[in-house]
Every structure is written in structure tokens, then in C-alpha cells.
Nanobody
Framework: VQLQASGGGLVQPGGSLRLSCAASGLTPGSYAMGWFRQAPGKERDFVAV????????DYADSVKGRFTISRDNAKSTVYLQMNSLKPEDTAVYYC???????????????WGQGTQVTVSS
């Protein structure tokens, strides 16, 4: 199983980015997919998760109304659309796969390598 995250970069406050996570080795739709982030010196925090068939989503309170998670099982890819970005969103963003809709990082089975998002003027 491989998860390949991409789409990070430098953006000004108020800007937008879309992260992608391409999965290989998983049966499409069989895993819930989550996004987590980790800022320097901090723990890895839950951001968003989507169920295998896109029936359910969940978000951290800090990103509700600004971030949207979606998936295209035909492409085995999960997306995180991030709008109205703030400096406190700066972190390395990781995608991960879990058998169930989970918010705890320890319950995820597979992890991608991370992509850096920097929000700064």
C-alpha cells in the first residue's frame, strides 16, 4: 500500500490550496481516508475524514466551514480543498487510510509521506 500526498506549497493568508492523496494497493472505497497535520513541535492532529463511499465526513472544529474533503474512487484519490487559509494552518499535511471512520491517528493503518503547507504573507 502506498499513499502519495501532493499539492502543498506557500500561500498567503486568505488563499486556497487543494491537496491530493493518490492511493495504490487498496481496494477503491474499502477504506476511510483521513487528513492529519503536524506543526513543528506539536502533535499530529486530525483535520478531516471521509468514509469509503463518501457517505460520511467529519472535520476538526478549527477547519469546519473552510476545508472540504472529497474522494474519487475511480481515481483512487482523496482531496482536501482548503480555503480561507490562516497562518495557524501551517503544517505538514498527511493522508492516511483506516478501515473505519476514525479521528484518532493511532487507529489508521497506512500513512502517506506528507506535504508541506505554509501560510504566510
Amino acid at each position: 500500500v502506498q499513499l502519495q500526498a501532493s499539492g502543498g506549497g506557500l500561500v498567503q493568508p486568505g488563499g486556497s490550496l487543494r491537496l491530493s492523496c493518490a492511493a495504490s494497493g487498496l481496494t477503491p472505497g474499502s477504506y476511510a481516508m483521513g487528513w492529519f497535520r503536524q506543526a513543528p513541535g506539536k502533535e499530529r492532529d486530525f483535520v478531516a475524514v471521509i468514509s469509503g463511499r463518501s457517505y460520511s465526513t467529519d472535520y476538526a472544529d478549527s477547519v469546519k466551514g473552510r476545508f472540504t474533503i472529497s474522494r474519487d474512487n475511480a481515481k483512487s484519490t482523496v482531496y482536501l480543498q482548503m480555503n480561507s487559509l490562516k497562518p495557524e494552518d501551517t503544517a505538514v499535511y498527511y493522508c492516511a487510510a483506516s478501515r473505519r471512520l476514525e479521528v484518532a491517528a493511532g487507529l489508521y493503518d497506512y500513512w502517506g509521506q506528507g506535504t508541506q503547507v505554509t501560510v504566510s504573507s
